[in-house]
C-alpha cells in the first residue's frame, strides 16, 4: 500500500478539551481541500504501514461491565453510515469524551472519524490527535492602535502530517475487524489501555513490533546469561533473525530457537519457556515497517576499551571482509579485510 492509494471520502472533526469542561461537536462535515486529503492520508498512511499496530477483536457478548462506557461503540460501529456521519460521529466522540472527562491523566485531542478506501476496501478511522504544545506569534493593537508582535505559547497545536499518531482505531467495514494503535495511561494507580479496555471493549492482540522485540530481548537475556564471553555467538543470533526476514519475510520463533540453541536442549529449554509466556512460541512475527528491521542491517560492537565498530550485515557475513579470531590469551581481535580506501568524518 502506498500513500496515494488511500482515498479519502468523507470527514469530520470534534474537539475533544478536558479544559472547557464538554466536547465541542462539528454539525457539518469537513470540506475536503487537496491540502486536508494529503493530511488525512499522511496520517492514515503512516498507521497503516507501521508495526505498532495492533488486531482488536470486539466482546460481540453484549454484556456491559462497569468499566464499559454507556455507549456501546461496537453497536454504533455496526449501525454506521456516511449518510448518518454527522450524528454517528457525535456519538462515538461522546463516548470517548466521557472516558476522558473522567481520568484526567488522558490528554485532550481533537477527535476526527474518517471514511477512506484502500484498493476498494472501505475503513473507518477514529483518529485521537492528541494537542502539542508549541509557541505561535501573535498581532494585538494596543490603546494607539499600533501593531504589537507576540510570541505566545499555543497548548492545542494538531500533529503534522508526517507524525505517527499514538492513539487512532481503524476499522473494516466489511467484516468489522479493528487494528489500533494506543498508549496507556494512569487510570485508578494503573497503566491501562484505556481505548481498547474501556472505549472500544476489544481485545487487543499483541503487535509485531512488541512481539519482535519480545523475541529479540528473550535471545539478549539467553545470550548474556550463557554466552556473555562469546561476542560471536551473540553477533549470530542477529544475524540469524535477519536471514530469516530476508528469506521469509517473517521470523519464526522455532526456526529461531532451533537455529539458535538447538545443540543445547537445555539452553533451547530456557528460550521456549520464555516464549510460552507470552504464547509466541510457534509464533510468525510479520514485521512491514523499515523502521523497525533497520536495526538488524548492521553489527553494532564496542569494546572494553571504548573502540566502536559498525559493520553492514552483508561485510560482517563475508569472510573475505570481516575476520573475528580468538587468541590464545582468551582476547578477541577483528580483523578489517581488503580496505582500499579510509574517510574520516
Not at 502539542?132 to 502530517?161: D, F
Amino acid at each position: 500500500m502506498t500513500q496515494d492509494e488511500i482515498i479519502i471520502r468523507k470527514g469530520i472533526v470534534h474537539i475533544l478539551d478536558a479544559e472547557l469542561g464538554y466536547p465541542v461537536f462539528s454539525e457539518e462535515l469537513l470540506k475536503l481541500s487537496p491540502d486536508t486529503n494529503d493530511f488525512f492520508r499522511g496520517l492514515l498512511y503512516k498507521i497503516m504501514s507501521g508495526d505498532e499496530m495492533k488486531k482488536c477483536f470486539f466482546d460481540e457478548s453484549g454484556e456491559q461491565s462497569e468499566e464499559m462506557p454507556q455507549v456501546d461503540v461496537y453497536a454504533l460501529v455496526k449501525a454506521f453510515s456516511e449518510e448518518s456521519m454527522v450524528e454517528d460521529s457525535k456519538k462515538l466522540a461522546q463516548a470517548l469524551y466521557d472516558i476522558m472527562n473522567a481520568n484526567v491523566t488522558i490528554p485532550s485531542a481533537d477527535f476526527a472519524v474518517v471514511t477512506f478506501q484502500v484498493h476498494s476496501m472501505m475503513y473507518l478511522g477514529l483518529l485521537k490527535m492528541n494537542y502539542k504544545e508549541s509557541y505561535v506569534h501573535m498581532t494585538q493593537n494596543n490603546e494607539e492602535g499600533r501593531n504589537i508582535n507576540q510570541i505566545i505559547r499555543y497548548r492545542s497545536m494538531l500533529p503534522s502530517a508526517t507524525t505517527k499518531l499514538s492513539e487512532a482505531v481503524i476499522i473494516d467495514l466489511t467484516d468489522y475487524s479493528v487494528q489500533i494503535i494506543e498508549k496507556k495511561y494512569d487510570i485508578n494507580g494503573s497503566k491501562v489501555n484505556y481505548l481498547s479496555e474501556l472505549y472500544l471493549h476489544c481485545h487487543a492482540a499483541m503487535s509485531s513490533k512488541t512481539k519482535l522485540d519480545i523475541v529479540v530481548n528473550a535471545v539478549k537475556q539467553v545470550n548474556n546469561k550463557h554466552y556473555s564471553e562469546e561476542p560471536v555467538k551473540q553477533l549470530e543470533a542477529k544475524r540469524i533473525i535477519k536471514e530469516e526476514m530476508e528469506e521469509t519475510g517473517s521470523v519464526s520463533v522455532e526456526k529461531v530457537s532451533d537455529k539458535l540453541y538447538g545443540d543445547v536442549p537445555q539452553i533451547k529449554e530456557e528460550f521456549d519457556k520464555k516464549m510460552e509466556k507470552y504464547h509466541m512460541e510457534t509464533a510468525e512475527v510479520t514485521p512491514q515497517s523499515e523502521r523497525t528491521t533497520k536495526k538488524f542491517e548492521k553489527q553494532y560492537l564496542k569494546t572494553d576499551t571504548g573502540i566502536e565498530i559498525n559493520i553492514p550485515m552483508e561485510q560482517y557475513q563475508d569472510a573475505d571482509q570481516v575476520e573475528f579470531i580468538t587468541n590464545p590469551d582468551g582476547t578477541i581481535s577483528v580483523l578489517i579485510k581488503n580496505i582500499n580506501k579510509i574517510t574520516t568524518r
